[in-house]
C-alpha cells in the first residue's frame, strides 16, 4: 500500500494518511520531526508560531459536491490532458477529495458492523471518495512517476471495491491483489493458456459492460429529477446506489488495465536502471578516396568513370530549346482547335443554304424528314438488336 492512500480505518484504530499519524479522534498525533503541536481538546492543528484565527474548514459536502463535480469538467474538457491548466486543477480537485477522506475517516461514518440499508442518505455517497480519488490520480501524465500513479490508483480502487464487498452493494468477484496477480503471471506463461479461464473473463466482461449500460439508462432518467430539484429522499438514494454500481464496474476495468499496464511499466525502469552508458559521440570522418596514391588519383579522377557535365536546369534548358521536351505538343491542341472551327463553318454553311431556299439541300433535307418517319432510329440494326 503507498504511503499517500487513504485506507479508512477500522472502529477505534488510528489511520495514516502520507506521512501523518491520526488517532481515533481526528487528532494528528506527535511524530519525530513534526513541527505540528496539538491544542487540548482540539480536532484540527495549529501552528504554534502563528496566533492568528485560521478560516472554517468548508464542510464535507462542499469538499465532495465540488470535486465530484471538478471531475465530471476534466473528463468533459477540451484541453489536452497534459496542459499545465488541467494539471494544476487536477491536483487541486485531489487535495479537497483527500481533505473530504480525511474528515469521513475521523467521523468514522462507515463501519463494518453495519449494513447498507442502516448508512443514511446523505452519506451514502461517501463511499464513493476513493473511486472518484482512483479516477483523477490516474489522470496524471507524469512519465517519471507513472509505475507509482497506477499503483496509487489501484490501491484506491481496491479500498472502494473492498467497501462495497463489505456493504454487499453488488454482486462481484474482487480482483487479486498485486502479490497474487505477479505470482500467477510467470506460472501462466511457462504453460498453454487456460482457455476455460480466458472465456470466462471475456464473459464477464460482456455481462459487466451490459449492466453498465443499463446503469446508465436508469442513471439518466434519476438525474433528471435530480437536476430539477424535485426528487425526494428515495429518488436520492437511489440515484447514489446507482452510482456505486457504476462505479463498481468502471473501478473493475481500471483495476484489469491497470494489472496489464503494471508488468510493462516494471520492465521498463528495470531496462533503464540496467541500460549502459551512452558511448561519447566521435568526429565525423574526413572523405577519402580509394587509391594508392595521390598520383594515381589525379590521373583516374575519383575513381569512377563517369562525372558530371551539367546540371539539370543546364539539361532542362537544352532540351526545350531542341523542342525534345513530352510537354511541347502545342500543334496537337491547335490542330483540335482546327477540327472545331471547320464543324462550325460547316453549320453555318448549312444555314446559309436553308435561309437561300437551295432547290437541292431542301429536296436533301425533306427526303431525310421522310426517311426518319418511316424508319425509327436504329432500324436494321440486326447485329447488336437495336
Not at 488517532?23 to 494528528?28: D, P, S, W
Not at 462542499?62 to 470535486?67: N, Y
Not at 476534466?74 to 491548466?85: I, R
Not at 587509391?291 to 590521373?299: K, P, Y
Request: with cysteine; aromatic share 6%; hydrophobic share 30%.
Amino acid at each position: 500500500m503507498n504511503k499517500g492512500v487513504l485506507v479508512w480505518p477500522v472502529e477505534g484504530s488510528a489511520y495514516r494518511f502520507g506521512r501523518c499519524l491520526y488517532n481515533r479522534k481526528g487528532q494528528k498525533e506527535k511524530t519525530p520531526g513534526s513541527h505540528v503541536k496539538m491544542a487540548d481538546g482540539d480536532a484540527s492543528p495549529r501552528c504554534t508560531q502563528s496566533s492568528s484565527p485560521e478560516p472554517d474548514p468548508p464542510k464535507l459536502s462542499d469538499l465532495f459536491d465540488q470535486g465530484w463535480s471538478a471531475l465530471e469538467r476534466l473528463e468533459s474538457t477540451q484541453e489536452p490532458q497534459a496542459s499545465v491548466g488541467v494539471q494544476e486543477r487536477l491536483q487541486r480537485t485531489i487535495r479537497a477529495l483527500e481533505s473530504a477522506s480525511r474528515r469521513v475517516a475521523q467521523l468514522e461514518l462507515f463501519s463494518r458492523n453495519e449494513e447498507l440499508e442502516e448508512v443514511c442518505t446523505s452519506e451514502i455517497k461517501y463511499l464513493l471518495l476513493p473511486a472518484l480519488l482512483g479516477a483523477l490520480t490516474l489522470k496524471q501524465t507524469s512519465r517519471e512517476r507513472r509505475l507509482d500513479t497506477v499503483q496509487t490508483a489501484r490501491d484506491y480502487f481496491m479500498d472502494y471495491l473492498q467497501r462495497c464487498k463489505n456493504y454487499n452493494v453488488s454482486q462481484f468477484r474482487m480482483p487479486q491483489s498485486c502479490e497474487e496477480s505477479e505470482e500467477e503471471r510467470p506460472a501462466a506463461g511457462l504453460g498453454q493458456p487456460n482457455l476455460v479461464a480466458m472465456a470466462a473473463r471475456r464473459q464477464a466482461k460482456i455481462e459487466r459492460y451490459r449492466q453498465k449500460k443499463e446503469l446508465e439508462s436508469q442513471l439518466e432518467a434519476v438525474k433528471r429529477a435530480m437536476d430539477s430539484g424535485t426528487a425526494d429522499e428515495d429518488t436520492t438514494r437511489r440515484f447514489y446506489l446507482l452510482q456505486l454500481r457504476r462505479w463498481i464496474s468502471l473501478s473493475l476495468e481500471e483495476v484489469e488495465s491497470i494489472d496489464q499496464e503494471l508488468p510493462i511499466l516494471r520492465n521498463m525502469d528495470v531496462l533503464q536502471k540496467s541500460a549502459p552508458a551512452a558511448r561519447p559521440s566521435r568526429p565525423p570522418m574526413k572523405p577519402f578516396i580509394l587509391t594508392r596514391d595521390a598520383v594515381q588519383a589525379q590521373v583516374f579522377g575519383a575513381g569512377y568513370p563517369s562525372l558530371a557535365t551539367m546540371t539539370v536546369d543546364q539539361w532542362y534548358s537544352q532540351h526545350q530549346r531542341h523542342g525534345m521536351l513530352p510537354d511541347q505538343g502545342i500543334p496537337r491542341r491547335v490542330a483540335v482547335e482546327e477540327d472545331r472551327d471547320a464543324a462550325e463553318v460547316h453549320e453555318e454553311e448549312k444555314e446559309r443554304q436553308v435561309e437561300k431556299d437551295d432547290e437541292e439541300s431542301l429536296l436533301k433535307a425533306r427526303s431525310w424528314d421522310d426517311y426518319k418517319d418511316t424508319h425509327h432510329r436504329g432500324y436494321g440494326n440486326r447485329h447488336n438488336m437495336g
